[in-house]
């Protein structure tokens, strides 16, 4: 491979990483984290491709990136899904699936990081049309779970399974599948006490 073949497709690939990160509707300042383009170049990639197109709806997010760990386990739905994306990133080897504090595999933000996101963020987009983490806060997902101080992976007490809690929460550590059982059967308790008739 000759010298201008090289960065022929280093280039290229930044430019395919900025395009999907884009449509995913990510900030300028993390995709410019990754693929080490300027914001002048993002911006005109922009509109080349996106804006011009009037059959594609593509946002651009504005302000600082969503950091809030809160939303990650909301609810079951959010708290399920979490999981699923915090998983696919250890198939996509970015993190160590560890219950203390996941270590990072890939260090760096770099191209290959960004494009490793993206390809695990494709497949919960698939498993999940109706997403309830975007992209950003996908992102985001790795760096909290890696600082471990609030989100960590844990093991269900109820069926065993390795799901995302809140570390500073107080519960009965249940994965989103036993807490749906849980109340399920509950509330299906609660209806069968009410009075004779
Ligand atoms: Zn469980």
């Not at 809030?68 to 899904?81: A, W």
């Not at 080897?93 to 760096?108: F, T, W, Y």
């Not at 609030?150 to 570390?167: I, K, P």
Request: proline letters at 5%.
């Amino acid at each position: 491979m000759r010298i201008s073949d090289s960065r022929y497709a280093r280039e290229r690939s930044q430019l395919e990483l900025a395009l999907r990160m884009i449509a995913y509707e990510a900030r300028t300042c993390t995709i410019r984290t990754c693929t080490g383009l300027s914001d002048d170049r993002i911006r005109k990639i922009y509109t080349t491709y996106f804006k011009s197109e009037p059959r594609i709806n593509v946002r651009r997010q504005r302000g600082k990136p969503p950091t809030r760990i809160s939303i990650y386990v909301k609810n079951p739905t959010h708290q399920g899904e979490t999981t699923t994306l915090a998983l696919l990133y250890c198939d996509a080897g970015l993190l160590a699936c560890r219950l203390d504090a996941p270590a990072p595999l890939l260090l760096g933000k770099s191209v290959a990081y960004g494009h490793r996101v993206c390809q695990a963020y494709d497949v919960y987009c698939l498993l999940h049309p109706q997403r309830s983490i975007c992209f950003e806060r996908g992102w985001f997902l790795i760096d909290a779970l890696v600082n471990g101080d609030e989100l960590q992976f844990t093991r269900c007490s109820g069926c065993g399974s390795v799901y995302v809690h809140d570390a500073l929460t107080l519960d009965d550590h249940l994965c989103p599948g036993c807490q749906r059982r849980r109340r399920g059967s509950g509330n299906r308790c609660s209806r069968g006490r009410g009075k004779p008739r």
